[in-house]
């Protein structure tokens, strides 16, 4: 069965800092792994996501993420934090040639940037 | 202006009550959802349909009913066997129901028992 993981359910930056939140994956096949974002009490947007063409994926708001097969990870960085960002992060996780397409999320990661 | 929309935002039920969360999208998507979301638990999937007349159970159906009768709407009722209810509820779409899909999400319902 897939699963992600996020380590760290509080992450605190300055703004202007460098933003990582980190997500590790477990699955016995290749997975598609996916960013979102949620801003209280709204609805999830999609930052990014992998789909096993480039290793390096390039999102909205400067965000982007690597997906590293020897490590299971998918971590989201930004160079420079902002105000904006303020917000809890959800990674994702879905797999090939099963019959399932939901995504399964993990716990989340709620990112406060501070002035 | 296409998207899902929920309705209604806040819902507020007593014990033993019934009720139903509307869910309609005009992104001409063939695939809905249905997730609960609780503190630290990110989202967890109820119920899917990939075409109309048709839907399957997620990870967390006991205590929820679904159906999909027209490919815009997909409505979820929590029944009184769900034993709690409070959460709040977000429902997706996706193009086609593929692995990559991106799924998109609507505002959401908060559901409160009193």
């Known amino acids: 069965a897939q699963s992600v993981t996020q380590l760290g359910s509080h992450v605190s930056v300055s703004e202007g800092a460098l933003v990582l939140l980190r997500c590790n994956y477990s699955s016995s096949v290749p997975p598609y792994l996916f960013w979102y974002v949620q801003y209280p009490n709204q609805g999830l947007q999609l930052l990014l996501k992998y789909t096993s063409a480039a290793t390096l994926v390039k999102g909205i708001n400067g965000f982007e993420a690597e997906f590293k097969k020897s490590e299971t990870s998918f971590h989201l960085t930004k160079p420079s934090a902002h105000m904006s960002d303020a917000a809890e992060y959800f990674c994702a996780v879905t797999m090939k040639d099963t019959g399932r397409r939901a995504l399964t999320f993990g716990s989340g990661t709620r990112l406060q940037v501070q002035p | 202006d296409g998207g899902i929309t929920q309705s209604p935002k806040y819902l507020f039920r007593k014990e033993g009550q019934n009720v139903t969360l509307s869910c309609e999208q005009n992104l001409n998507h063939d695939a809905m959802y249905w997730y609960r979301q609780d503190p630290g638990q990110g989202l967890r999937l109820i119920y899917y349909?990939?075409?109309?007349?048709?839907?399957q159970k997620g990870d967390i159906a006991e205590g929820y009913s679904v159906s999909r009768e027209k490919k815009e709407s997909f409505p979820l009722t929590v029944t009184s066997a769900q034993k709690n209810p409070t959460a709040f509820y977000l429902c997706?779409?996706?193009?086609?129901?593929?692995?990559?899909?991106?799924?998109?999400f609507g505002p959401g319902t908060r559901l409160t028992v009193l």
């Open positions: 349909s990939q075409i109309v007349n048709d839907f």
């Open positions: 997706a779409s996706s193009t086609a129901g593929t692995a990559t899909d991106t799924q998109y």
